[in-house]
């Protein structure tokens, strides 16, 4: 699976839109890319995914370069119960032996 | 909807005594499911995988054992742990179709061993 770059940690202004940047520039066409976050003791949750078009969901939205070497998760309300690690996967769909390989995350903070 | 229970929340075990974690997922039917370890301010590790009832896939060798005896439920077994089985374990599943679809991850346990 392709290896992703992020930033170590981010501040939010509450209320504002928060958004995470992701580098994957050796993704290969069958990637997709998935985004998880995990709030401390807790197990991560699967927040969305995508293979080249920008996808929404009632959480966020994840725009994707043309290229499809990077990719943006926008919360576009950030919250204080957004504080969390943010972690950003590609990896090939079609078999299940395939890991979620976590690197080191985005820290978010939504500061009041 | 689907969801996935995972028991117990915490457990404290000393050194070389048993382990049976249990797994469960409700609202679907034959889903894949994992179970990994997370260490503490690290990534996660897959232990094993099962895609059907008694076909477990094992990802590490160690001293741990995964059963699948129903569609849906999902144990993870130790004859005797070891202090460096100590780490949160986490349970997830998927389903099987379409392919590209998420894991999702029960609350975990915490495992510390004496």
């Known amino acids: 699976d392709a290896k992703t770059t992020q930033p170590t940690s981010m501040d939010c202004a509450e209320g504002r839109a928060a958004n995470l940047p992701c580098n994957h520039s050796t993704i290969s066409g069958n990637e997709y890319v998935y985004w998880y976050r995990q709030i401390h003791s807790q197990g991560p949750q699967y927040i969305i995914h995508?293979?080249?078009n920008n996808e929404t969901n009632e959480m966020a939205s994840l725009i994707i370069t043309e290229d499809r070497k990077s990719s943006t998760l926008i919360l576009p309300h950030a919250t204080l119960r957004d504080t969390a690690v943010y972690y950003c996967?590609?990896?090939?769909?079609?078999?299940?032996?395939?890991?979620?390989?976590f690197g080191g995350g985005t820290r978010l903070m939504v500061k009041p | 909807s689907q969801t996935i229970h995972q028991w117990p929340a915490t457990l404290v075990q000393p050194v070389g005594s048993p382990l049976s974690l249990e797994c469960t997922v409700e609202?679907?039917?034959?889903?894949?499911l994992y179970w990994y370890r997370q260490a503490a301010g690290r990534g996660l590790q897959l232990l094993f995988y099962?895609?059907?009832?008694?076909?477990i896939s094992s990802e590490v060798p160690q001293n741990l054992s995964a059963s699948r005896p129903q569609d849906r439920q999902f144990i993870l077994s130790s004859k005797k742990l070891l202090l460096s089985d100590s780490g949160f374990y986490l349970c997830?599943?998927?389903?099987?179709?379409?392919?590209?679809?998420?894991?999702?991850f029960g609350d975990g346990t915490r495992l510390s061993i004496l």
């Open positions: 997830a599943w998927s389903p099987t179709r379409p392919s590209n679809q998420p894991q999702h």
């Open positions: 609202g679907t039917s034959n889903p894949n």
């Open positions: 996967i590609v990896r090939v769909a079609g078999n299940a032996g395939n890991m979620l390989t």
């Open positions: 099962s895609v059907g009832i008694g076909q």
């Open positions: 995508g293979l080249k």
